[in-house]
């Protein structure tokens, strides 16, 4: 059995090979590490392989881990469905959160980061295969969204984030990450600011490449490093 330190060194190589092979920077990529139901002494050997970011879906199973782990030398990600009432919570705990897919939780994120005087790195979450199941905002609506999320002071827009619907063969997930990448670029034409929209964050085990292909910043990935979840 490959130790999760043998995964992350591979899967680093995947990604700088993806990159270099569509003629991108590897740098501009940050692999998330995807921690979710795993254990502390198996993210331990994540970080100790090189992993600097970690992502967590549960608010309550990562403020124990972030609690135990800490957050100086990682930087830890939401990309769960976030409650509106957990809001305070998620402020408190990541440096980013991937999941905002309605203003009324963009407005409670931003009052709990106006308390703590926070500006809140955030992303859009798109549902973009229009899929009931899933969280995030319908594509007609995400202008909206980001005009009004762009008015509130305490929240900082970084980019997009999509889960597509799930196939077997990643190239068919291709599409949809051309079409978040093509939003992303409408966004930041409209708004204009340098530092905002900037990052797609795009790309799971199974399909990391083709989202890295299409422009992702941030890939996160969780079984191809730390294995399968019960
Ligand atoms: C679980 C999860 C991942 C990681 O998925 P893997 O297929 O295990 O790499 C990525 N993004 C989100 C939002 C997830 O919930």
Redesign the pocket.
């Known amino acids: 059995m490959p130790s999760v330190k043998d995964n992350f060194n591979a899967v680093m190589k995947q990604v700088r090979d993806a990159a270099v092979s569509c003629g991108r920077n590897p740098d501009e990529i940050t692999l998330i590490a ?1 921690s ?1 139901k795993k254990q502390i002494p198996v993210i331990m050997e994540g970080i100790n392989a090189g992993a600097a970011h970690l ?1 967590e ?1 549960y608010l309550q199973e990562a403020v124990k881990k972030i609690d135990a782990i800490g957050n100086t030398k990682i930087c830890w990600h939401f ?2 469905h976030l409650q509106t009432k957990k809001a305070r919570s998620a402020v408190k705990y990541f440096e980013y959160i991937h999941t905002v897919d309605r203003i009324k939780l963009a407005k409670e994120i931003n009052k709990h980061a106006a308390k703590i005087n926070k500006v809140q790195k955030i992303l859009l979450q798109i549902n973009i295969g229009n899929e009931e199941t899933k969280s995030g905002a319908a594509l007609q609506d995400i202008h909206e969204l980001a005009d009004q999320v762009m008015q509130l002071d305490n929240l900082s827009l970084e980019g997009l984030m999509c ?1 597509p619907p799930y196939n077997p063969d990643p190239e068919l997930t291709r599409p949809y990450f051309r079409q978040l990448a093509q939003i992303r670029e409408e966004l930041a034409e409209k708004f204009k600011t340098a530092e905002i929209m900037k990052h797609l964050s795009m790309g ?3 399909d990391f490449k083709i989202a890295i292909e299409e422009g992702a910043t941030m890939i ?5 490093i730390f294995g399968k979840r019960e």
């Open positions: 995807v979710k992502g879906n990309i769960g889960i799971m085990s199974n996160r990935v969780g079984t191809s």
